[in-house]
Structures are given as C-alpha cells and as structure tokens.
C-alpha cells in the first residue's frame, strides 16, 4: 500500500455580505486516520457551526465526516471546498497550520 491520501479543507461559514458560506474559519486536515483542525483566529461566532459539528464527534475520524460534509454542504449556511495538495515536507498539523497562515495572508488578516 502507498502512503496515506492527505486532503486539505477550507470551512467556510455564512458570511452576512455575501449571503453565503464564503467566510472561512478553519483548515480541517485528513491523511490516513490522523486528523487535525486550525481555526482562523477572532472567527469565534461564525465557527460555531462548524466548531458544534466537530464536537460532536468526539473522537471519531474525521475523514468520514468530512466526505459527508463535502457531498451534503448546502453552501448558503455552511460550505467546504478541498484545498490543493499542500507542502508534503509538514506534517499534517503544519500544513494545516500554514494553510491557515496562507488564509490570514489572502485576506488581509481580518
């Protein structure tokens, strides 16, 4: 067998000025079983959602909730969207940790 598949998403909330899930608030990473999930910093209110789904489960998996998610994401109150391959030097916690950083970058730091 190869090495582990890893997928990196983007979490997207409602965002009041667009009238879509076009805010992100966190970087959920999967590869193998390993999870590992950043949060964009002062995104508390518009995480919630997505912080009480991940909460919820514990500590199962992620990798299966996130496929679920992506297949059933309505796009106007929550959304996801898989980021490119990221920078296989990291492990899994950097990568998802710079893919943030990369987010705040984008962004202009919100």
Do not use: F
């Amino acid at each position: 067998m190869g090495e582990p598949v890893r997928r990196l998403y983007v979490l997207l909330a409602y965002d009041p000025a667009t009238g879509c899930a076009t805010r992100p608030v966190a970087v959920a990473g999967v590869e193998g079983a390993a999870s590992a999930v950043s949060w964009v910093p002062l995104e508390h209110l518009a995480a919630e959602g997505w912080r009480t789904r991940i909460a919820g489960l514990g500590d199962a998996p992620l990798v299966g909730p996130l496929r679920r998610w992506e297949a059933t994401a309505d796009g106007i109150s929550v959304d996801l969207a898989l980021l490119p391959s990221s920078d296989l030097d990291l492990d899994l916690v950097g990568a998802v940790e710079a893919a943030v950083a990369d987010l705040l970058a984008a962004v202009g730091g919100r």
